[in-house]
């Protein structure tokens, strides 16, 4: 049962960044694919970014491509999510996400272990 421990949340202005961090228990050898989720207010929990265990493949939505990069470091055990250029939009809860091992790797598929989340808030 892996741990997933996310840091990095906070308030920036419109157009500033921030990068998020995924601690997992065990490393990232203990886990398959990792990815970042967010939920907005009222709004259902969306995925931002998933990352094949290999990290060979990529996923982002269409309104993170090019302003949000999802990478791991293996020696480390950490996952991250660089963003830039941030938009109120983007304000919301950010969940790290990974399956378990020898599971389905559809980078959009079920998640088994989750985060806390941290807040992302972008004022305007």
């Known amino acids: 049962q892996a741990k997933l421990v996310e840091s990095g949340g906070g308030l920036v202005h419109t157009g500033g960044s921030l990068r998020l961090s995924c601690a997992i228990s065990g490393g990232t050898s203990s886990v398959s694919a990792t990815a970042w989720f967010r939920q907005a207010p009222g709004k259902e929990r969306e995925i931002v970014a998933a990352?094949?265990?290999?990290?060979?493949?990529?996923y982002y939505r269409d309104s993170v491509k090019g302003r949000f990069t999802i990478s791991r470091d293996n020696a480390k055990g950490m996952v991250y999510l660089l963003m830039n250029d941030l938009k109120p939009d983007d304000t919301a809860v950010y969940y790290c996400?990974?399956?378990?091992?020898?599971?389905?790797?559809?980078?959009?598929?079920?998640?088994?272990?989750w985060g806390q989340g941290t807040q992302v808030t972008i004022s305007s």
């Open positions: 996400a990974a399956k378990r091992l020898f599971t389905p790797s559809d980078l959009t598929g079920q998640y088994h272990y």
């Open positions: 990352l094949s265990r290999s990290a060979t493949n990529e």
